[in-house]
């Protein structure tokens, strides 16, 4: 299904369209949400923590999945790579649930985040990549993968309730240690590295705010 298939953006300019439909999302009950690109000699220094110093937030992962396209115009396909389910698990073992967002479209601007698909990676065992497709014609929008199977998603009703469960309140300065810990998971691979990025893959973390 994959085959000779090609995106026409890249993950930061789906990240612009999916972030704010995640905040929106998370604060529908009134928690306050600072979406950060993880800096450690940033949002990660001495003068960070002594700012935020006394609050209690929730870590949210999010990795946003471009769509691909090729030569079939009734299919949008996705992908998340092995390396996304490797981090979630050991994020998840911090307290951290990652979540994968795919927006199915042809162009720019087809990208809608209003029917974005959320995927939980945080309860995934297997270290593998996984294929989907959508068809473009297909009412219930499910994600299928190439044997007709469907991915599942959660819906955007349940998505901030889920991952609340899954999530764990901890101090600002323990989630800068976390999110410190976890960039070897990703930053150093090197089977994917850019000489552009310095890493191939590097999640959007969204801070909740506990109420104290």
Request: aromatic letters at 12%.
């Amino acid at each position: 299904m994959a085959k000779n298939s090609t995106s026409f953006m890249n993950e930061r300019s789906l990240e612009y369209v999916v972030v704010p439909e995640l905040i929106k999302i998370l604060s529908v009950n009134g928690n306050l949400v600072a979406p950060i690109f993880f800096w450690k000699s940033r949002e990660g220094e001495a003068r960070s923590a002594n700012a935020h110093n006394g609050r209690i937030v929730r870590v949210v992962a999010l990795f946003a999945r471009r769509p691909k396209i090729n030569e079939d115009p009734n299919i949008v396909i996705g992908k998340i790579n092995w390396q996304l389910i490797n981090f979630a698990i050991e994020a998840n073992s911090f307290g951290i649930p990652s979540v994968a967002a795919f927006c199915a479209g042809r162009s720019l601007f087809e990208i809608d985040p209003a029917r974005a698909h959320w995927i939980a990676l945080w309860g995934k065992k297997e270290v593998e990549d996984i294929h989907f497709y959508q068809h473009t014609h297909d009412k219930s929008q499910s994600l299928l993968r190439d044997d007709g199977t469907s991915i599942a998603t959660i819906s955007k009703a349940t998505l901030a309730q889920s991952l609340f469960a899954a999530s764990e309140p901890m101090s600002f300065t323990t989630a800068i240690h976390r999110m410190d810990a976890l960039r070897p998971f990703l930053t150093n691979n090197p089977y994917y590295f850019n000489s552009f990025l310095s890493g191939a893959y590097k999640p959007v973390y969204l801070l909740i705010e506990e109420p104290l």
